[in-house]
């Protein structure tokens, strides 16, 4: 008879998937033998903190209808964080407090969903845990439209991510192409120190259009003359040049091609701004062609929309996996992703110990990248191609997509007629 609890919680950026795999969670603790309720953390480990916690297992319990609604909601369902907890031997006063409520809730396994700063909680919980010598199940679950977390083929909510960036850039395409003049569009994609979201540009070239005609990846140092010429060269034969940089492009010394990197985030991670309108006032200053750039900014990131089913059939099933793997008693580790084909395409599932994962980055493979660095190779492709396969059958009421109702996250949010 059932009769443990377990938690589950976002951090991070949001994603197109993330809610996928809370799904997921909530469909395996259903399925348990072992786990009677799973409650949710709102606002990540913030949550914990601030006794901000609800009860998942009574909301969506025998209503497959909105369990397959917060499937295709974009954005995170529980809210999210970026806070960072303290190294615990410098201060351990939040881990006893959220260890304080994990016994209060009779909990033994805690999901965490989310990115590189994600497994860091992931880590520290862990070692916590192993310190004092809880039994409590700490499993991270991947997210991140970055593609950046190790010993996981890909990462959920990459796939939906590339999906819209390759879709958007053949849409510029056509939009360009109206034009019978000389033009540049450049379009910023995030990526701070991984350029996978920014190749995953190329997916939109096909028979008629070879756009975008350059990539940038900060995998590869950023040369301005070597830009310059590239944009010339292909001027001399293309009335209209799309290019795909990433945010996080930098020169031979390291400094980010930003308007604004003065200011950093909780993890000390810089926040960058204005990559695409510095290779455009690049352009203005050395060309003379009309030029514009794009930030596509969250758009990539929360167009649900246009989610790859693939990629949220696998959070799902990573969100199983997860409570699968709470009950055999693994704990200190993420979920994970191993490619088992590529035609057809297959995966498995399996985990890797956190400590392998946490603050490490999976950079794009530069035997992947061509050798002027403005281009990439068709192993990438063939990498990239599964990943975005597959509509998702979302709802739609009065011209809108149907979404889960989150006014448990906003605060003077409601609409004016409703205040």
């Known amino acids: 008879m059932k009769q443990i609890n377990c938690m589950v919680a976002q951090s991070g950026g949001p994603t197109a998937a993330i809610n996928a795999s809370l799904a997921g969670v909530i469909s395996g603790v259903t399925k348990s033998q072992k786990y009677n309720t799973v409650y949710g953390s709102i606002n990540g480990v913030l949550g914990l903190l601030h006794d901000h916690i609800i009860n998942l297992t009574e909301k969506f319990a025998g209503n ?6 917060l499937k295709y909601t974009p954005a995170m369902y529980l809210g999210s964080c970026r806070y960072k907890l303290p190294d615990f031997l410098d201060d351990d006063s939040a881990y006893i407090f959220i260890f304080q409520k994990f016994e209060a809730l009779n909990i033994k396994a805690f999901f965490y969903i989310g990115g590189n700063d994600s497994m860091d909680t992931v880590l520290k919980l862990s070692n916590y845990a192993k310190k004092i010598g809880s039994d409590v199940r700490i499993i991270g679950i991947p997210k991140t439209i970055d593609n950046d977390l190790m010993m996981t083929d890909h990462t959920p909510g990459f796939g939906s991510a590339a999906k819209y960036i390759a879709s958007s850039i053949l849409e510029i395409a056509h939009d360009t192409f109206i034009y019978a ?123 649900a ?92 009421e009065n011209g809108l997509p149907v979404y889960m109702n989150v006014s448990h996250l906003a605060k003077g949010n409601a609409p004016m007629n409703q205040l």
């Open 64 to 69: 497959e209808k909105m369990l397959e609604t």
């Open 181 to 303: 003049v000389k033009s540049v569009t450049i379009v910023e994609i995030m990526g701070r120190d991984a350029g996978w979201l920014t190749a995953a540009s190329a997916l939109a070239r096909n028979e008629y259009s070879a756009a975008p005609h350059l990539i940038y990846l900060p995998e590869v140092a950023f040369d301005k003359d070597a830009f310059l010429s590239d944009v010339k060269r292909l001027l001399e034969t293309t009335d209209n040049v799309i290019i795909a940089i990433s945010e996080g492009i930098h020169d031979a010394d390291g400094n980010y091609i930003s308007a604004s990197t003065s200011s950093t985030d909780t993890f000390g991670h810089s926040q960058l701004s204005g990559a695409g309108k510095c290779l455009e006032y690049m352009i203005k200053e050395n060309i003379n062609v009309k030029v514009r750039s794009i930030e596509v900014n969250v758009l990539q990131r929360c167009a």
């Open 305 to 396: 929309h246009l989610a790859s089913k693939t990629d949220l059939d696998e959070s799902f099933l990573l969100g199983e996996k997860a409570v699968l793997l709470a009950e055999e008693g693994i704990t200190a580790s993420m979920v994970t992703l191993s490619r088992t084909g590529d035609n057809p395409y297959t995966v498995s599932y399996d985990y890797a110990r956190i400590d392998e994962i946490a603050n490490e980055a999976k950079s794009v493979p530069l035997a992947w990248i061509n050798e002027k660095g403005n281009d990439i190779k068709e192993p990438l492709l063939t990498y990239l191609r599964p990943l975005i396969q597959g509509e998702v059958p979302v709802s739609f």
